[in-house]
């Protein structure tokens, strides 16, 4: 069982990047691609973009395929996905999520998912 951490939300202003942090705790990631996802209240999960393994991102929600960057940190163990120029309809929970297959928006084709780390955007 792999244990995953989100870190690195928190409130921002409008127009302002926030960096997310996805953590495996005693793990490498280096072999799973992992998938970024967020939800917001009263509203369904939404695929934001995923990192595969070979290190090709790939960006699944057309609001902010322009605004994000993924990337995987200098220790195996750690992505980032770096959001910017931050609008109010980006506030949500965003999860990662790790899975042995190639990236897709689907849920279920991950295996191991962090707590989720709240992003709330307002002035």
């Known amino acids: 069982q792999m244990h995953l951490a989100n870190f690195g939300g928190g409130l921002a202003q409008p127009g302002e990047s926030r960096r997310l942090s996805c953590v495996a705790a005693a793990a490498a990631l280096d072999r799973f691609s992992i998938g970024w996802f967020r939800q917001a209240p009263g509203k369904e999960r939404e695929a934001v973009s995923c990192i595969s393994s070979s290190g090709e991102s790939t960006a699944f929600l057309d609001s902010v395929k322009d605004r994000v960057t993924m990337s995987r940190g200098n220790a195996d163990n750690t992505v980032y996905l770096q959001i910017d120029s931050l609008k109010p309809e980006d506030a949500a929970t965003y999860y990662c999520?790790?899975?042995?297959?190639?990236?897709?928006?689907?849920?279920?084709?991950?295996?191991?998912w962090g707590q989720g780390t709240q992003v709330t955007v307002a002035a």
């Open positions: 999520a790790a899975g042995l297959r190639r990236c897709t928006r689907d849920p279920a084709d991950y295996r191991y």
